[in-house]
């Protein structure tokens, strides 16, 4: 399939690369200007801003809750933005649809960005707040059984990080993983994966932006070669949660993602990878208004559902 026409549409209006600086405040208010009013946003029973007093500092945190019910499982969701952009705001949208597809209560995770926090300052937050959520279960009417983490792009790198720690920790109460798009290995050799130089231009990610814009996490104390930053480099996968990879065809990180699943499941993990045709990087937050794309959120109710209480 070739690339999504309304994709494309929009790729094309899109300027070139000039290969210039990245200006990580510039880039954050462009990307603040897009955020839609409160009242054209997907309504839910409940929406509530919270603060997360985890070991790492107060991490705020939003609350979203679908519908009443009596007891809730638990969606710790980590946005994307290659550890420098994004925030409760921009991915507003997503953890909606995540609360209403799924049916779980979703709390997004506000963590510190790079640079100006170094690593592993947003990684620490995160597990935070998931060993928060637990902690919180009454309050936050958990069920007691299904907790998840789910993210996208630097969000699925975390939300893997994460798993693992807890994993290494002894926190065993995961019980599934949702990776959108993972952005897995940061060590960008371009022979690492066919899909680097299969998608290598004109689909929004580019290959030669993967450094630049992954500059701010790696020169803040991030090392690539470590299994917490680049978590595909983990040896042993075994004991860890249930997954489902979304992957895009038109996406240079699709080949480390769809490798990870494989990896999950030759190490006896319940994985399932699914690659949306005709998408590109980014497309759970940039064109899930597009039906075949919203299925994402779908998808990822079918998996946690068919799965609750496993």
């Not at 839609?36 to 500092?57: F, K, M």
């Not at 814009?213 to 978590?231: I, Q, R």
Request: proline residues 6%; aromatic residues 10%; hydrophobic residues 40%.
């Amino acid at each position: 399939m070739t690339l999504h026409p309304e994709i494309a549409k929009i790729l094309s209006t899109l300027p070139a690369p000039d290969g210039s600086p990245l200006n990580p405040e510039a880039m954050r208010a462009g990307e603040a200007a897009q955020v839609p009013p409160l009242e054209e946003r997907l309504a839910l029973y409940s929406v509530e801003d919270a603060t997360a007093v985890t070991p790492s500092g107060e991490v705020p945190v939003r609350i979203y809750t679908a519908a009443e019910a009596d007891a809730y499982g638990l969606l710790v969701y980590l946005h994307g933005g290659a550890f420098f952009l994004g925030n409760l705001d921009t991915h507003d949208h997503v953890a909606r649809a995540l609360a209403k597809e799924t049916g779980y209560k979703v709390i997004s995770v506000g963590y510190r960005l790079a640079p100006e926090a170094a690593f592993p300052a947003g990684l620490d937050d995160c597990y935070g707040v998931v060993r928060w959520a637990a902690e919180q279960g009454t309050r936050l009417g958990w069920d007691g059984k299904n907790l998840a983490i789910a993210g996208d792009s630097s969000g699925g790198n975390f939300a893997a990080a994460v798993a693992a720690k807890a994993h290494d920790d002894g926190f065993d109460r995961i019980t599934h993983q949702v990776l959108f798009y993972p952005s897995l290995d940061l060590d960008f050799d371009v022979d690492r994966y066919a899909s680097l130089r299969e998608n290598a231009e004109g689909y929004g990610l580019e290959t030669a932006g993967l450094k630049p814009f992954n500059s701010f996490y790696l020169e803040n104390g991030a090392d690539p070669a470590d299994s917490l930053v680049s978590p595909i480099k983990r040896d042993d996968l075994a004991g860890l949660p249930a997954a489902l990879i979304i992957t895009a065809e038109y996406d240079p990180l699709r080949d480390e993602g769809e490798r990870y699943g494989q990896r999950l499941a030759e190490a006896g993990i319940a994985a399932s990878v699914s690659r949306y045709a005709g998408a590109n990087h980014g497309f759970v937050q940039h064109f899930s208004w597009i039906p075949e794309f919203y299925r994402a959120f779908e998808e990822t109710g079918d998996f946690l559902n068919a799965r609750a209480g496993q």
